[in-house]
T-cell receptor, first 111, second 114 residues
Framework: SQKIEQNSEALNIQEGKTATLTCNYT??????LQWYRQDPGRGPVFLLL?????KEKRKERLKVTFDTTLKQSLFHITASQPADSATYLC??????????FGAGTTVTVRA | DAGVTQSPTHLIKTRGQHVTLRCSPI?????VSWYQQVLGQGPQFIFQ???????GRGNFPDRFSARQFPNYSSELNVNALLLGDSALYLC?????????????FGPGTRLTVL
């Protein structure tokens, strides 16, 4: 069955550093991968989409890579700020309108 | 513009009862999806509706049902509640022609089953 794994440990980093989150998957061939941010008690907010034929996407201080051979996506937050503290979710999708989410990685940025 | 709205915000039910959760999508969005998020886990896909038709269904029992109305709002119904149904229920909408399924989520309904 499909399995999506994100960093098992929470990530604590110093302000200004780069946070790198991983999303690994098995038994799945997604057509695209998305990253969302979720704050406590709120719904997820869409951040970035990367398609299966794309290697890298950037948006402001965010960068996503997608390696379909390794079955892995990396999500980078550069020049991190305390306001970046949240849980980050990866989600995989194909042509069946279902999004499959990982459990998320909690990031805390210390001032 | 208003985002996705959900009601109620919180709900407490007892085992065996029935619950109805409501969702209004972003204006202009015709697709509504429902997700269940248990504490410490990611959202799990339950249903997607588009133009009042079910377009996708996740691995949930038949106790879960949904429908979409002509104004594109949606209801999620859960019968014979179990303790394990306690979760945050998220509704998300997306626009027509959104091939990559970018979801706009509401704040969720927190359901507690006692």
């Amino acid at each position: 069955s499909q399995k999506i794994e994100q960093n098992s440990e929470a990530l604590n980093i110093q302000e200004g550093k780069t946070a790198t989150l991983t999303c690994n998957y098995t038994n799945y061939s997604p057509a695209y991968l998305q990253w969302y941010r979720q704050d406590p008690g709120r719904g997820p907010v869409f951040l970035l989409l990367i398609r299966e034929n794309e290697k890298e996407k950037r948006k402001e201080r965010l960068k996503v890579t997608f390696d379909t051979t390794l079955k892995q996506s990396l999500f980078h937050i550069t020049a991190s700020q305390p306001a970046d503290s949240a849980t980050y979710l990866c989600a995989l999708g194909s042509n069946d309108y279902k999004l499959s989410f990982g459990a998320g990685t909690t990031v805390t940025v210390r001032a | 513009d208003a985002g996705v709205t959900q009601s109620p915000t919180h709900l407490i039910k007892t085992r065996g009862q029935h619950v109805t959760l409501r969702c209004s999508p972003i204006s202009g969005h015709k697709s509504v999806s429902w997700y269940q998020q248990v504490l410490g886990q990611g959202p799990q896909f339950i249903f997607q509706y588009y133009e009042k038709e079910e377009r996708g269904r996740g691995n949930f029992p038949d106790r879960f049902s949904a429908r979409q109305f002509p104004n594109y709002s949606s209801e999620l119904n859960v019968n014979a509640l179990l303790l394990g149904d306690s979760a945050l229920y998220l509704c998300a909408s997306s626009w027509e022609g959104n091939s990559y399924n970018e979801q706009f989520f509401g704040p969720g309904t927190r359901l507690t089953v006692l």
